[in-house]
């Protein structure tokens, strides 16, 4: 059983910066890859970024060049940091987390969720 914890959501003015924190917890497993996700009301579950492996990272369009993943292995950790935040950024953030390898999933596993809402 792995654990998926968000934090660092909140209320941000336009233009503003937030970074969104995920920690995994429990044992005997590997996180291959994880990634972002976000749902605004009205909205189906898009995916914001992800990150696999250490090094390869994809992004949605409305969102590149503003926000970055990244991951802290030694704490079982990894980010979002979201910059020239924007109104339309307003959802509900989850964090994703895949164990395993590339060639074999062994879990799929989502964070509860944190509010993100841009507003003047």
């Known amino acids: 059983q792995v654990q998926l914890v968000e934090s660092g959501g909140g209320l941000v003015q336009p233009g503003g910066a937030l970074r969104l924190s995920c920690v995994a917890s429990?044992?005997?497993?590997?996180?291959?890859?994880m990634g972002w996700y976000r749902q605004a009301p009205g909205k189906q579950r898009e995916l914001v970024a992800r990150?696999?492996?250490?090094?390869?990272?994809n992004y949605a369009d409305s969102i590149k060049g503003r926000f970055t993943i990244s991951r802290d292995n030694a704490e079982n950790t990894f980010y979002l940091q979201m910059n020239s935040l924007k109104p339309e950024d307003t959802a509900v953030y989850y964090c994703?987390?895949?164990?395993?390898?590339?060639?074999?999933?062994?879990?799929?596993?989502w964070g509860q969720g944190t509010q993100v809402t841009v507003s003047s």
């Open positions: 994703n987390a895949a164990t395993g390898t590339v060639v074999r999933t062994t879990g799929i596993y």
């Open positions: 990150i696999i492996g250490s090094s390869t990272t």
């Open positions: 429990g044992s005997g497993f590997s996180i291959y890859a």
